[in-house]
């Protein structure tokens, strides 16, 4: 038996969330369905990882995350191609040298400019209810 859930959130954040599924192929659903899954498995963010804060970052945190996320991406392909070395190995790091990185980066870079853009409407709209209140 399955049970309907519902629940309140930002109507510039759920246009983001659909956005990035529709890129992703999947269903809002199912993305939503397999967070459960795994929040249910026992998995858990880190501590201080939020996955939405609620509060923009400045261009420093962005930059800071795509540093991060590169830099573990060459790493982890680094390591798989000292496993094997050889020609074809050589290979396959020219082309991901090629083509992969710019791939990640180009996809990495739309992404965080979703985020940052989701993030300042929400701020933009803060400060509107803010301006009504003071007034």
């Not at 990640?104 to 870079?109: A, H, R």
């Amino acid at each position: 038996m399955s049970k309907l859930a519902t629940f309140r959130l930002e109507e510039d954040i759920w246009d983001a969330f659909l956005a990035a599924t529709k890129e992703e192929g999947v269903s809002a659903s199912s993305a939503l369905l397999e967070f459960v899954k795994w929040y249910v498995a026992g998995n858990r963010l880190a501590k201080g990882e939020a996955l939405y804060t609620g509060i923009a970052p400045d261009s420093k945190v962005i930059n800071n995350l795509k540093d991060k996320l590169r830099e573990d991406i060459y790493e982890k392909l680094e390591v798989l191609l000292r496993i094997q070395q050889g020609p074809l190995c050589r290979r396959i790091k020219e082309e991901l040298e090629e083509n992969l990185y710019k791939s990640i980066e180009e996809k990495l870079d739309e992404r965080l400019d979703v985020l940052e853009s989701t993030l300042y409407k929400r701020i933009e709209k803060l400060e509107e209810r803010l301006g009504e209140l003071a007034a």
